[in-house]
């Protein structure tokens, strides 16, 4: 490498250097903002509107703010165990999704495998068995809307309310 191709290189490399610095501070600053707006939506304004006795309002500037309940759910891996047995002994048992990751060896075995799994050996399968995040969401909300019981700490189930803010 030449005199010039070194300093072109150096040049280049600071770059780059520079670059991933600039989108760290950026990620960084993103971080930062997304906290401040969780706070303010789901802390700050929720609980200056209650104080006020108001849940929605447009405000001097013509932006309009709403105050709703909002319902969370989820399984945390400690309870999973005991929470996939409520569900299926309650008749909810179409939650839960079990998926199988297959790596099969070789490439005959990958043709194989539509044919057969059970018969098939050499291959490392994992499962996992899950609820999705939002299925499980929309069954509480319905089970709770029709006034059905649910074990909420079971199902990590519980509301917040969060403001929303936009244009009139």
């Known amino acids: 490498m030449n005199e010039g191709q070194q300093k072109t290189l150096n040049e280049l490399v600071d770059r780059q250097y520079e670059a991933a610095m600039k989108v760290q501070a950026k990620e960084q600053e993103l971080k930062q903002a997304k906290l ?3 706070n303010l939506a789901e802390n700050v304004i929720p609980e200056f509107m209650e104080e006020a006795g108001i849940q929605e309002i447009t405000t ?7 105050v709703d309940t909002v319902i969370v759910a989820g399984i945390t891996k400690e309870r999973a165990p005991e929470a996939l047995a409520w569900l299926r002994e309650n008749g909810h048992a179409k939650l839960i ?6 790596i099969p ?7 194989d495998l539509t044919q057969t799994l059970v018969d098939m050996d050499g291959l490392d399968i994992s ?8 299925s499980l969401k929309k069954f509480v909300r319905l089970e709770l809307e029709a006034g059905h019981e649910l074990p909420m700490e079971l199902l990590g189930v519980f509301r917040k309310r969060v403001a929303t803010v936009g244009e009139k």
Do not use: W
């Open 97 to 102: 999704k079990n998926k199988f990751t297959v």
């Open 127 to 134: 499962r996992s068995i899950t609820v999705h995040a939002g």
């Open 105 to 111: 060896n070789t490439d005959q075995q990958s043709q």
């Open 36 to 38: 401040e707006h969780r």
């Open 60 to 66: 001097l500037g013509g932006l309009h703010v709403k």
